[in-house]
């Protein structure tokens, strides 16, 4: 029974991105909607996006250069290690799990109260595709996620490097040296691709629970929780189905 109802899910799911491109909704007010999301989820990320990013990047440097306990291992290491870290793993995964927390529960939340208050059959009675007008801007906006990642890449680094030097762990050059070493180019183009993709989970699993979900008040809360898990699942396990095809 259970398995049944999760496949009507996906099939609602996938049955929804049809329904968000039909009828669209006249491009003087799609612009100003488009313009709110890229505040709403966008912009006002930036602040707990780079505070993280900066620790965490300066934490790795710190656990790197503590277990380089060994004379002969160079000090470089801590750099390089620093840089694989952010690049490849924590700024587009782990960020995109904090993401489906903040974003996602704000998505949720937001068309999840529309729905109660009846907005959304309001939208439904004047003609108007509620889904095109609630989550068509909000997966335009999301395209702009990589732009956070890419700080989110920078201010980790920047992170590592002031914990390592001003932490007494290494030399600024041997830091440096560490960030050039061995650099592949297109680690960076397989962490946008992966955010690109986390980005759209982001907007559009927590708009399908927000959009679908029954009840009240109570139920909102809940369906923010659902949203939660289901987009932290899906992004850990689009990490390694995707790591597994661009990496290997």
């Avoid at 909000?138 to 914990?163: D, E």
Wanted: charged letters at 10%; glycine letters at 10%; aromatic letters at 14%.
């Amino acid at each position: 029974m259970m398995l049944i109802r999760y496949i009507s899910q996906i099939g609602k799911y996938f049955l929804m991105w049809k329904e968000i491109f039909n009828k669209p909704t006249k491009w003087s007010v799609m612009k100003g909607l488009i313009f709110k999301e890229i505040d709403d989820i966008i912009i006002n990320s930036l602040g707990i996006v780079a505070f993280i990013s900066f620790f965490v990047g300066g934490v790795v440097a710190i656990q790197t250069a503590l277990n380089l306990s060994n004379p002969l291992i160079p000090k470089y290491l801590i750099g390089f290690a620093t840089r694989q870290s952010v690049i490849l793993e924590f700024a587009p995964t782990f960020i995109s799990v904090i993401m489906a927390g903040k974003m996602g529960s704000f998505i949720t939340s937001s068309i999840g109260t529309m729905r109660v208050t009846e907005q959304i059959d309001a939208l439904e009675v004047m003609g108007v595709n509620s889904l095109n007008y609630l989550v068509f801007p909000k997966i335009i906006a999301i395209m702009l996620y990589p732009f956070i990642i890419g700080i989110s890449m920078f201010l980790g680094i920047m992170g590592g490097y002031v914990a390592c030097v001003y932490g007494g762990f290494g030399s600024s050059v041997d830091f440096i040296v560490g960030v050039q070493q061995e650099f592949i180019p297109y680690h960076i183009a397989y962490a946008f691709i992966k955010t690109f993709i986390f980005g759209i989970l982001l907007a559009s699993i927590p708009s399908f629970h927000g959009y679908y979900m029954k009840g009240g008040a109570l139920e909102v809360g809940k369906a923010s929780t659902v949203a939660f898990v289901w987009t932290s699942v899906m992004i850990i396990l689009t990490n390694y189905i995707l790591t597994q095809l661009l990496l290997t």
